[in-house]
């Protein structure tokens, strides 16, 4: 969100004509060759290519004045995706970033800006870099291959006598040159090649390197553009009164005062989702206006009686007690997701067994800005204007509430405030598709910050268990792990769990083989699925928070009641991971960890691996007068090759920062089925000025490709303070967020 030297950014509809104009174009320059190397062959009739322009790929466009577009098809959330992702495509085509546009898809639902592991259109999981990277690699290098080709021929010289460089291709021996664009007509004549030359890691210029995010100067001036800024002409702003009472349902309401506002226009009753619509939304009352001053004064004079539902009774603080109870049941439905040895009987036979319950509130995912989209419907055309995240849920919504499809869904993407998660919900692009469908009007539809904290789909709380048998020698001989949560994707995605393993990976993350580190000659590791009811959805490192927390925290229990160094005793468990273990001794190292420590002072270390990635965080607390505060985190990860260093960086330090909004204010709490916090003033959130010290070391992971790091940081910085508190009081705590002003809890 802006300051208000804002300047608001009007996009003004273009008339009919202009927009079939303008649709024709696109069409024809969206279906050239969107065909990868290796793939069929080029698109033809009326795929076929826009006179003189060179589109190899779905993600390269050059015209013939020299005009180059990278097209970017993944959402960006300051996350420095379209950066990073730029950087890609502009290191093999041998251009700078200066040199190009970077562009969203004409056509966002064209098969190759599908996830390739989701197998829908959509962003997120830490997966943009890692998974995007191969193939940009050779969308760029096959556009430059073909320039290449296409100035040599007209040379008449040997192909390897010539080369790629700022955006032209010279021939050495002569010192002859050509533009791009002057070579894209020729080039765009030529096949693709089917394994385009990469360029050696030793010649690349831009990745690796520090470089300005591209919309760094847009956000710092107030110039970006968020969906919030979009203004069409004879457009509606819309906000929504819901129940205060989870999935509460409108009796009756009386809408004559909040229609004598100036400028409100309709009040309409908003349906609740059909039964069975996954992500769907409760019912509510509308009110539409010519500013969002004038509908939030509308909705403030609305007169609702509701009708209470299911969960009128309903108590968050009821929750670990109902999972403690599910999980006691013989009949649970357990996930085995590790199984080594004979954990039960190394537990039952072993003369000392730690047990220790972990637990985690609900929690907001709370983006800065927060959600809004723009939606128009003219002449069975859909078109979206906002922070699209997941295109796959602006199809379903266009399918589910105006019954338009996918062919006649149009998308305008903008950057997004933030998400970690909220963006990847379906609720408010449902309600803002039949907000438009039912008005007839284009209609911006916006939360206020109440709305964001009230509006569904929050991180679950979860409850973990957690046993651990010593030998006589203090080592770990047996560890039985169980999760309780509810599953995330079945909100989303019905029968996402149906499988022979009935696993949710989205639920047992960090619990799974390839994620847990430790290996005890006995494990037994799974997840129990328990559903409350309450609509629970994604958020920034899903799963991995609790089940780090638990993990972590209980290593350390085991280490300490073991009598050994924390830090030895998790990697003398680790097994064949020497870059885990590298990192872990780095960040130990950098935070002192072997020397003495001031009076008062007191250090926790906790890790983890995701996506590829790994990370070790070591979290240095100080208690003066009786109250404990986090004086300085240290961080060391290994990504893997680090595409764009700064934006790396950034999202550590992010993710830093979230894991501390964890362990010091994240907590969401409902009485009665009614949502108890409603804004930053109850539902606090990290600030900068309350961060501590943070050193970030990033290490050239011994890989060539990047991976993971939007999700990484952040779940091991609860665990690593838990045990920094138990080092400095002595008393363990075991539920966020943690009681800083008094020991703990056990």
Request: net charge positive; hydrophobic share 40%; with cysteine.
């Amino acid at each position: 969100m802006k300051g208000k030297a804002m300047t608001p950014v009007t996009i003004v509809q273009p008339k009919r004509r202009m927009f079939l104009q303008s649709a024709a174009l696109l069409g024809a320059g969206l279906a050239v060759g969107f065909v990868l190397p290796g793939a069929a062959g080029a698109a033809a009739g009326p795929s076929a290519p826009a006179a003189g322009m060179l589109a190899p790929n779905a993600f390269v466009r050059v015209f013939p004045d020299d005009t180059i577009r990278l097209v970017v098809h993944k959402h960006d959330s300051g996350t420095g995706t379209r950066t990073a992702l730029g950087l890609v495509l502009a290191e093999e085509l041998e251009v700078t970033l200066e040199q190009v546009e970077i562009i969203t898809p004409e056509h966002p639902f064209f098969k190759d800006y599908m996830h390739p592991q989701w197998h829908v259109f959509s962003t997120g999981g830490s997966t943009s870099v890692m998974l995007e990277y191969d193939t940009l690699r050779k969308a760029g290098a096959s556009a430059r291959t073909m320039l290449v080709q296409a100035a040599a021929a007209r040379w008449q010289v040997p192909v390897d006598e010539c080369h790629a460089r700022d955006g032209k291709v010279i021939h050495a021996a002569t010192g002859r040159q050509f533009g791009y664009g002057a070579l894209a007509t020729e080039a765009a004549r030529l096949a693709p090649p089917k394994e385009p030359r990469l360029k050696d890691k030793k010649d690349f210029r831009l990745i690796g390197k520090l470089h300005r995010k591209l919309d760094a100067q847009a956000k710092v001036t107030g110039k970006q553009t968020y969906g919030i800024d979009v203004k069409l002409p004879g457009m509606l702003v819309a906000v929504i009164l819901r129940s205060p009472v989870v999935g509460g349902r409108v009796r009756r309401f009386d809408a004559r005062k909040a229609l004598a506002v100036p400028g409100v226009r309709q009040v309409l009753k908003v349906p609740a989702a059909p039964a069975g619509m996954l992500g769907g939304h409760q019912e509510g009352v509308a009110v539409l206006a010519d500013t969002y001053w004038a509908a939030k004064l509308g909705r403030d004079a609305l007169q609702v009686q509701w009708r209470n539902g299911s969960f009128a009774r309903f108590d968050s603080r009821d929750v670990p007690a109902l999972q403690r109870a599910h999980l006691a049941r013989k009949d649970g439905p357990l996930v085995r997701t590790i199984g080594k040895g004979d954990a039960a009987r190394a537990l039952k036979s072993s003369g000392r067994v730690l047990r220790a319950e972990y637990t985690m509130p609900y929690k907001v995912p709370n983006p800065l800005e927060p959600e809004c989209v723009v939606v128009e419907i003219v002449d069975g055309t859909i078109t979206y204007w906002g922070g699209l995240q997941v295109p796959s849920n602006a199809q379903f919504a266009a399918a589910a509430m105006a019954g338009i499809g996918q062919d006649k869904v149009v998308l305008r993407e903008l950057v997004g405030g933030g998400s970690f998660g909220a963006r990847e919900s379906r609720h408010w692009l449902l309600e803002a598709t039949w907000l438009a469908k039912a008005s007839g009007r284009p209609v911006k539809l916006m939360y206020s910050r109440e709305d964001e904290v009230r509006g569904l789909y929050y991180h679950a709380a979860t409850y973990t268990k957690v046993s651990g048998a010593l030998d006589a020698e203090g080592g770990l001989s047996a560890l039985k792990l169980r999760a309780v949560s509810p599953a995330s994707p079945e909100e989303w995605e019905p029968g996402y769990t149906d499988r022979k393993d009935r696993m949710d990976y989205s639920t047992t993350e960090a619990i799974c083989r390839w994620d847990f580190a430790y290996q005890p000659d006995h494990l037994d590791v799974g997840w129990v699925r328990h559903e409350t009811g309450m609509p629970t959805g994604w958020y920034r490192a899903v799963s991995f928070i609790p089940n780090v927390f638990a993990i972590e925290s209980f290593m350390d229990e085991l280490a300490h009641a073991a009598g050994r160094d924390p830090l030895a005793f998790r990697t003398g468990y680790m097994k064949g991971r020497p870059r885990h273990v590298a990192v872990l001794e780095q960040a130990a190292r950098r935070a002192g960890w072997d020397k003495p420590r001031a009076p008062g002072r007191a250090l926790g270390i906790a890790t983890n691996q995701a996506y590829n990635s790994y990370i070790a965080i070591v979290a240095e607390l100080e208690k003066v007068d009786d109250v404990v505060k986090v004086r300085r985190i240290t961080c060391v990860a290994d990504c893997g090759l680090a595409v764009h260093p700064g934006s790396v960086e950034e999202q550590l330090y992010g993710g830093l920062m979230w894991g501390l909004g964890h362990a010091l204010h994240d907590r969401l709490d409902i009485e009665n089925g009614r949502v108890v916090q409603s804004n930053f003033h109850d539902y606090p959130v990290m600030r900068m000025a309350d961060m501590p010290e943070i050193d970030i070391t990033i290490v050239e992971g011994d890989t060539d490709k990047p991976s993971g790091v939007g999700e990484l940081s952040n779940p091991g910085v609860a665990p690593a303070i838990a045990n920094a508190l138990f080092a400095l009081t002595g008393r363990r705590q075991r539920s966020t967020p943690f009681d800083f002003s008094a020991g703990g809890d056990a």
